[in-house]
T-cell receptor, first 111, second 112 residues
Framework: SQQGEEDPQALSIQEGENATMNCSYK?????LQWYRQNSGRGLVHLIL?????REKHSGRLRVTLDTSKKSSSLLITASRAADTASYFC???????????FGQGTRLTINP | DADVTQTPRNRITKTGKRIMLECSQT?????MYWYRQDPGLGLRLIYY???????NKGEISDGYSVSRQAQAKFSLSLESAIPNQTALYFC???????????FGSGTRLTVV
């Protein structure tokens, strides 16, 4: 069973616009992580946000976490064609000692 | 060299054959993981290992086995491959869930 569910499943925007992806999860977590996957390639870790944090930034990435709603969002600002990829959230549930991944959001940036 | 290396990159095998997918890492991480990716289903955990003597089943371990030959090596075997094991398989390594995992480039397995 998937811990994280992402929304939307697919997103297509114009270059330069902002992209927002959402992740909802079911149980209490230690942290939530976001990964990027270029087509058919391995996943790359982007950012980790701990359960006691509400917002985190890394370059053009902004992640928020609302533990009361069990949800997180990933915002990519000023999108570029190179941001075209699938984005996955992964949760570290308390006591689980392993990451459980969502189904991913497929992001397409149109030039 | 990549931090996490998977071999082979692509493999086509016949139903009923035994096949082994290999993974090695140069990061010195204690923990290693095998995931399977199917279209629309994200990544699902097959097996994971916290050290050479600690192997744990994930959510979809049936039909698979693993071997942690050394801290740096973690192999996945399909004892008798079946077509619904056709998928993209990823190995990952990490120091724990408080940090990000490092993934290999994947093995695309087709069972015919």
């Amino acid at each position: 069973s998937q811990q994280g569910e992402e929304d939307p499943q697919a997103l297509s925007i114009q270059e330069g616009e902002n992209a927002t992806m959402n992740c909802s999860y079911k149980t209490s977590i230690n942290n939530l992580q976001w990964y990027r996957q270029n087509s058919g390639r391995g996943l790359v870790h982007l950012i980790l946000i701990r359960s006691n944090e509400r917002e985190k930034h890394s370059g053009r990435l902004r992640v928020t976490l609302d533990t009361s709603k069990k949800s997180s969002s990933l915002l990519i600002t000023a999108s570029r064609a190179a941001d075209t990829a699938s984005y996955f959230c992964a949760t570290d549930a308390k006591g689980a000692q392993k990451l459980v991944f969502g189904q991913g959001t497929r992001l397409t940036i149109n030039p | 060299d990549a931090d996490v290396t998977q071999t082979p990159r692509n493999r086509i095998t016949k139903t009923g054959k035994r096949i082994m997918l290999e993974c090695s890492q140069t990061k010195g991480h204690d923990r290693m993981y095998w995931y399977r990716q199917d279209p629309g289903l994200g990544l699902r955990l097959i097996y994971y290992s916290f050290d050479v003597k600690d192997i744990n089943k994930g959510e979809i371990s049936d039909g698979y086995s693993v071997s942690r030959q050394a801290q740096a090596k973690f192999s996945l075997s399909l004892e008798s491959a079946i077509p619904n094991q056709t998928a993209l398989y990823f190995c990952a390594a990490g120091t724990g869930t408080n940090y990000g995992y490092t993934f290999g480039s994947g093995t695309r397995l087709t069972v015919v």
